[in-house]
């Protein structure tokens, strides 16, 4: 799972020259870049036994919530899966080039297999990308500042939006001027337009894109939104886990079929699925999966873990039977196993711990059952 650039920089605050440009960045963008590449969070450091049981009361506890919290802030491992999305999304929305932003990658899947994660990590990319070009150009042509020398406009080149409540095209509009600090009293289209051009904004994203109220007639206004955002050169990108909902029936007048055709002929879906494993300990989805196991066992802060390899060598294939390769489910068998080993004291994962973690309805389902049969060598993960 390889490093990008971004992912290398371990504190966006010391950046030195070779970083300057960031500066162009409001702090509340440059928080939001560190959220994005799991960088929000300071490593709390790897104390022995002994230390943490001659710790006083209240260094114990900022020491476990500072490893609790350096947990959840991980960053996205790049499994195959998020490479080969990342990369699919890189393409659609590099092959508009400058101005021509008309093609919109979707990205769809189950839910918690990881799709949020997946866009903050490309809009990081993004801002990064976006951050350095405007730097570079202002180089040349500097911008306009007032008489203290402070930029006279906010430099916001991506928007994230994280919609909610059946959002109706108004409702979207506004969103996009809050995310973007204007407040208007007239006509939000022709404000979204004026906002979009003074912030340099070049890419939208909109997660949970099953919040707007594509069902109804509301969801012709929006798809017209959407393609006239594009048209004004603004690039987006869509995430949700319901591509029936956006796209397909429902709406059967024939104005919003041919709306919804419209989009059709624009958006390209993006897939993203949950991480596969198999019965055949060579196959490339086994290394996969032990290589992300490997990568949460490294994040542990731990004192007493167990024996490398505690987790990706020897729970692998318990772990995967519990979680089918979501994200979010693995994500919480962890936490939630790191949570018990902290608070009674013995810092160590075994078995036994992660036995007692209860996960999401949808992975207890077919626990019992499951794991019984992994145990007497029955189960097969080929055959799903
Ligand atoms: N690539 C990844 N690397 C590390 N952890 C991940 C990754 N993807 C997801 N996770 C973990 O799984 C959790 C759920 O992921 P995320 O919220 O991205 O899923 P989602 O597909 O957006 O789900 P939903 O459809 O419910 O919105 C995250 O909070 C994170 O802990
Ligand atoms: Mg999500």
């Given at each position: 799972?390889?490093?990008?650039r971004?992912?290398?920089?371990?504190?966006?605050?010391?950046?030195?020259?070779?970083w300057?440009?960031?500066?162009l960045?409001?702090?509340?963008?440059l928080?939001?870049?560190?959220?994005?590449?799991?960088?929000?969070?300071?490593?709390?450091?790897?104390?022995?036994?002994?230390?943490?049981r001659?710790?006083t009361r209240a260094?114990?506890?900022l020491?476990?919530?500072?490893?609790?919290?350096?947990l959840?802030?991980?960053?996205?491992?790049?499994?195959?899966?998020?490479?080969q999305?990342m990369?699919?999304i890189?393409?659609v929305?590099?092959?508009?080039?400058d101005?021509?932003?008309?093609?919109?990658?979707?990205?769809?899947?189950?839910?918690g297999?990881?799709?949020?994660?997946?866009?903050?990590r490309?809009?990081?990319?993004?801002?990064?990308?976006?951050?350095?070009?405007?730097?570079?150009e202002?180089?040349?042509t500097?911008?306009?500042?007032?008489?203290?020398?402070?930029?006279?406009?906010?430099?916001?080149?991506?928007?994230?939006l994280?919609v909610r409540?059946?959002?109706s095209?108004?409702g979207?509009e506004?969103?996009?001027?809050d995310a973007?600090g204007?407040?208007?009293?007239?006509?939000?289209?022709?404000a979204v337009?004026?906002?979009l051009?003074l912030?340099?904004?070049r890419l939208?994203?909109?997660?949970?894109l099953?919040?707007?109220?594509?069902?109804?007639?509301?969801?012709?206004?929006?798809?017209?939104?959407?393609k006239g955002?594009?048209?004004?050169?603004?690039q987006?990108?869509?995430c949700?886990?319901?591509?029936?909902?956006?796209?397909?029936?429902g709406?059967?007048?024939?104005?919003y079929?041919?709306t919804?055709?419209q989009?059709?002929?624009?958006w390209?879906?993006?897939?993203?699925?949950p991480?596969l494993?198999?019965?055949d300990?060579?196959?490339?989805?086994?290394?996969?999966?032990?290589?992300?196991?490997?990568?949460w066992?490294?994040?542990l802060?731990?004192?007493?873990?167990?024996?490398?390899?505690?987790?990706?060598?020897y729970?692998?294939?318990?772990?995967?039977?519990?979680?089918?390769?979501?994200?979010?489910?693995?994500?919480?068998?962890?936490?939630?196993?790191?949570?018990?080993?902290?608070?009674?004291?013995?810092?160590?994962?075994?078995?036994?711990?992660f036995?007692?973690?209860v996960?999401?309805v949808?992975y207890?389902?077919?626990r019992?059952h499951?794991?019984?049969q992994?145990d007497?060598?029955?189960y097969?993960?080929?055959?799903r």
């Amino acid at each position: 799972m390889g490093e990008t650039r971004l992912m290398s920089l371990t504190n966006l605050a010391d950046a030195d020259d070779d970083w300057a440009y960031l500066e162009l960045l409001e702090d509340d963008d440059l928080e939001r870049m560190r959220q994005w590449t799991g960088q929000a969070c300071q490593d709390p450091g790897q104390r022995t036994l002994t230390q943490i049981r001659g710790m006083t009361r209240a260094e114990g506890l900022l020491y476990n919530r500072r490893r609790r919290d350096w947990l959840d802030a991980g960053p996205t491992w790049e499994t195959s899966s998020v490479q080969q999305a990342m990369n699919d999304i890189g393409a659609v929305l590099g092959a508009g080039g400058d101005r021509g932003a008309t093609d919109v990658p979707f990205v769809v899947g189950q839910p918690g297999v990881g799709k949020t994660m997946l866009v903050k990590r490309i809009a990081a990319e993004v801002m990064d990308e976006e951050c350095l070009a405007q730097w570079a150009e202002e180089q040349r042509t500097p911008p306009t500042v007032t008489r203290a020398g402070r930029r006279k406009v906010r430099f916001r080149p991506v928007v994230y939006l994280d919609v909610r409540d059946q959002v109706s095209a108004i409702g979207l509009e506004r969103a996009i001027l809050d995310a973007l600090g204007e407040i208007t009293t007239g006509d939000t289209t022709a404000a979204v337009h004026r906002a979009l051009q003074l912030h340099n904004v070049r890419l939208i994203v909109i997660d949970e894109l099953q919040f707007i109220a594509f069902g109804s007639k509301m969801g012709q206004q929006i798809h017209n939104l959407l393609k006239g955002l594009t048209n004004q050169g603004v690039q987006l990108l869509l995430c949700g886990n319901d591509r029936e909902w956006v796209l397909g029936h429902g709406g059967d007048e024939v104005s919003y079929r041919t709306t919804k055709r419209q989009s059709s002929g624009r958006w390209v879906e993006i897939p993203l699925e949950p991480l596969l494993y198999s019965d055949d300990p060579s196959a490339p989805s086994v290394d996969e999966w032990k290589n992300l196991l490997a990568e949460w066992e490294h994040r542990l802060r731990l004192a007493d873990p167990g024996p490398e390899g505690w987790l990706h060598e020897y729970l692998a294939d318990y772990a995967w039977v519990r979680t089918h390769g979501f994200h979010n489910a693995l994500s919480l068998l962890v936490r939630q196993a790191a949570r018990r080993a902290i608070d009674d004291g013995t810092e160590r994962i075994t078995r036994a711990t992660f036995d007692r973690v209860v996960l999401q309805v949808e992975y207890e389902k077919h626990r019992e059952h499951e794991v019984r049969q992994l145990d007497i060598g029955k189960y097969r993960f080929d055959v799903r």
